[in-house]
């Protein structure tokens, strides 16, 4: 889970359009287009529009989210998402009434 009192945040007001890379937790409230690698935590808030592929450990979404994502641990699609792309992850959580169009591939650590 994102520690919210140490997380970087990208307002609603934000856009950034690029690459993105980070060692810390990070809240997207904003836009961002392009690509995110992160060590930690992704949370795109229920304002916050992605078009990117990302690599990350965790990924929250609540928002909207269109590219592709990898992530080492955990990616949770909250029933208020729109998701399309696709996922490798070794869980991945669909939370009824979430929107997802894409394809999943649950890697298992060895």
Do not use: Y
Request: net charge negative; no cysteine; glycine share 12%.
């Amino acid at each position: 889970m994102a520690d919210m009192d140490t997380a970087g945040v990208i307002g609603r007001g934000l856009f950034i359009k690029g690459e993105l890379h980070g060692e810390e937790d990070l809240i997207i409230e904003g836009r961002v287009e392009g690509e995110i690698t992160l060590k930690k935590h992704l949370v795109i808030e229920s304002t916050g529009i992605i078009l990117a592929d990302i690599q990350t450990e965790n990924i929250t979404i609540k928002g909207e989210m269109r590219g592709n994502m990898s992530a080492t641990d955990k990616v949770a699609i909250h029933s208020e998402a729109r998701v399309v792309g696709d996922i490798v992850a070794p869980r991945v959580v669909i939370e009824d009434g979430a929107k997802f169009k894409g394809h999943i591939e649950m890697r298992v650590k060895s």
